[in-house]
């Protein structure tokens, strides 16, 4: 397994969430990673415990995306969905992300870049948030609410020189 | 889930590039300002302002000499902020670790990368 790179968080403005990350595969690839159902469903998960039994991707302008999470033991269910606001094969997709039951106010804004050099992909996705609130309140919660337990368990694996 | 607000005023502390730099600068110890405005292209005044912001958001503070009035970095409070986005970036990168693998098997396949749905 390679290791492309570590990734990256920055907060450049008050309502910006921007991640970076480097891929050690082509563009191609890493757009299909993000947009074909059967594989995103295979990386998108969050912390161990969790499937991701509805992954349904209607690529299109206008189109829609709905994501329903499940934890394997207790069955506790989150979703998210959106539209597509612009989509530029393999490079760029925009789209509006609200989860179910939103703990912050507002719809947010996802902008997917993809850049490729000598056979590498780097990836920069910025949320724009309604609000700086509504930003932080993201960050501090840690995309889910009622799992924190399952993160001193992450650190644990991610403290693993390596995992598959 | 307390203090927000502290939250808030925090990252938008960190947002400008001046105020990342000055406590970078304070990083190595305590500073007057007109010692801390010798590297910048900025008037005091200027650099008062950024640093009344970084005040404002507990993450540097006055020290006790009365005429030189040096200010310093509060390492505590900077550490509340990078803790909740460490945390916040731990869990993403575990989502890009197993993209990593999953892009792994997919070159292995090509040269009919697309052809899965």
Known sequence: MTTAGTLKLTTPGERDLVMTRSFDAPRQLVFDAHTKPALVRRWLLGPPGWSMPVCEIDLRVGGTYRYVWQHDRDGTKMGMGGVYREIKMPERIVNTEKFDEAWYPGEALGTLVLVEQGGKTTLTYTMRYESRAARDAVIKSNMESGVAASYDRLAELLAEPVHQ | ?117
């Open chain 2, 1 to 117: 889930m307390q203090a927000p607000h502290r939250l808030d005023t925090i990252f938008a502390a960190l947002a400008d590039p001046t105020r990342r730099a000055i406590l970078a600068r304070l990083a190595s110890g305590e500073a007057s300002v007109t010692e801390l405005a010798g590297p910048f292209a900025m008037s005091q005044p200027a650099i008062s302002k950024h640093l009344k912001v970084l005040e404002r958001a507990g993450l540097v503070s006055r020290g006790r000499d009365a005429q030189r009035r040096p200010r310093r970095l509060e390492p505590k409070r900077l550490g509340e902020a990078t803790k909740w986005l460490e945390r916040y970036r731990r869990l993403w990168e575990g989502n890009y670790q197993r993209l990593d693998a999953l892009l792994d098997q997919l070159k292995a396949k090509e040269p009919t990368p697309g052809d899965r749905q």
